[in-house]
C-alpha cells in the first residue's frame, strides 16, 4: 500500500496530460444523453448494459466499442459538451495543461463536417481554464489517401490545432504507410506524434521516427525489446506517452504488477502517465498515477520526474514550459522533510 503523504502528493501535483483521445472521453451516461437529444439509436438498452460491454480483450475489442459510442456526436455542442466535461475532470486532477486528440475521420465519415468536429472542441478548450491544444490523429486503418484528404479539409482551421497523430488498429497498419501525408503535415509546421509500440512491435517505434520523424512516441511500452533503440530514444530524449490503465484494460500487461514504467524510467527513457481513453479504461489522470503508484515500486522522487517529464515533453512555448516546471520543482520543495 502506498503511503497516505505520496497519495496527496501525486494527486496534487501539477502535471500535463499528453495522452488523451477527447471521444474516449465520453462516459456511458453522456453517450445516452447525447442519443437521446439526438435521436441517435444505440445497440444498448443501457448505461449500464453498455458499461458491461467493457470488458475488452484487446484493441481491436475496444475500438469496436469506442467507434460504436462516437456515433452520438452530430453537433458543435455534443462535442463542446465533451470536451467540456473532459476539461472539468482534468482541472480537478491538477492537470495544468493538456494535447487533446481527436479523432475527424470517425465523425466526417458519418457526414458531420469538419469545421463542427473542430470548433467544438476547440470552443470548449477556450472556455477552460486548463491550459488545452489539439492534435489531429488519422485512423491508421484507413488509407493514406482517406488521411490526406481529411487533412485537406482540416486546412482552413490549421491555426486550431497543433500537431498530427496515427492511432486505431496498429498491427499491420505500420507508420510508413503514412510517409506522405506526415511529409505534407511537417511542411506544414504541425507537430508529429504517433501511437506505436503498444500491441505492435519495436519496428514500428523505429518507422515512426525514421519515416514520419515524431517528436513523441505514444505508448511505446514494446520499446524495451529493442535494446539499440532503447538506448537511441534515451539519448535522444523522446517521450513516451504511457497509458497505465489502458495497458492492463486492453491485455498489454496482465495486471498493473507487470507494468514496465519502472523498467523505462530506469532505462532513462522520458516515459509519462496519461489516461488515453479514460470513460473507457476506469479512471482519468490521478486514477492513473494511483494506479501505478499503488502497484509499483515508486516513490516521491519518481513522481517529481513524471511530472516533470509531463511539461518537459509538452509541445508549449520555451517560457512557458519552464515556468511550470518551476511550478513542479517549488511544489516539491514545499513538501514537509
Ligand atoms: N484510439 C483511441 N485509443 C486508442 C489506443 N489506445 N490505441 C490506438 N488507437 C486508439
Ligand atoms: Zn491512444
Known amino acids: 500500500m ?30 445516452f444523453a447525447l442519443a437521446e437529444r439526438n435521436g441517435v439509436k444505440l445497440t444498448y438498452p443501457s448505461v449500464d448494459a453498455l458499461r458491461q460491454a467493457y470488458a475488452f480483450t484487446d484493441l481491436q475489442s475496444f475500438l469496436d466499442i469506442y467507434y460504436a459510442g462516437a456515433s452520438v456526436l452530430l453537433k458543435e455542442q455534443d462535442f463542446y459538451d465533451m470536451t467540456a466535461a473532459y476539461l472539468k475532470k482534468a482541472e480537478a486532477d491538477n492537470v495544468r495543461h493538456t494535447e487533446i486528440f481527436f479523432d475527424p475521420q470517425t465523425h466526417t465519415a458519418r457526414g458531420v463536417p469538419m469545421e463542427t468536429v473542430i470548433n467544438g472542441i476547440y470552443n470548449a478548450c477556450q472556455d477552460s481554464p486548463v491550459s488545452a491544444s489539439l492534435i489531429l490523429c488519422f485512423l491508421r486503418h484507413l ?12 486546412l482552413p482551421f490549421r491555426d486550431k490545432y497543433i500537431g498530427v497523430g496515427l492511432d486505431s488498429s496498429e498491427v499491420g497498419h505500420p507508420p510508413e504507410k503514412f510517409a506522405r501525408v506526415f511529409e505534407r503535415c511537417r511542411g506544414l509546421g504541425l507537430h508529429i506524434v504517433a501511437h506505436a509500440g503498444e500491441e505492435g512491435p519495436p519496428a514500428y517505434i523505429q518507422s515512426a521516427l525514421d519515416v514520419l520523424k515524431v517528436e513523441r512516441i505514444d505508448h511505446g511500452v514494446r520499446i524495451l525489446e529493442d535494446q539499440a533503440l532503447t538506448e537511441r530514444v534515451a539519448r535522444e530524449g523522446i517521450a513516451l506517452t504511457v497509458c497505465p490503465l489502458s495497458n492492463t484494460k486492453l491485455r498489454v500487461f496482465d495486471q498493473m504488477k507487470d507494468h514496465n514504467l519502472v523498467q523505462l524510467l530506469d532505462a532513462g527513457l522520458v516515459a509519462t502517465v496519461n489516461s488515453d481513453d479514460p470513460a473507457y479504461f476506469g479512471g482519468y489522470m490521478n486514477d492513473n498515477f494511483l494506479a501505478v503508484f499503488e502497484s509499483l515500486p515508486l516513490g516521491l522522487s519518481h513522481a517529481q520526474r513524471l511530472a516533470r517529464n509531463s511539461f518537459a515533453a509538452a ?23
Open 143 to 154: 488509407s493514406e489517401d482517406d488521411a490526406m484528404a481529411t487533412l485537406e479539409q482540416a
Open 2 to 31: 502506498m503511503n497516505s503523504q505520496l497519495r496527496t502528493v501525486v494527486q496534487g501535483m501539477p502535471k500535463a496530460e499528453l495522452h488523451i483521445h477527447i471521444e474516449g472521453s465520453l462516459e456511458p451516461e453522456l453517450i
Open 315 to 337: 509541445f508549449l512555448p520555451d517560457a512557458q514550459k519552464q515556468a511550470f516546471l518551476a511550478e513542479v520543482d517549488a511544489y516539491f520543495n514545499a513538501l514537509p522533510a
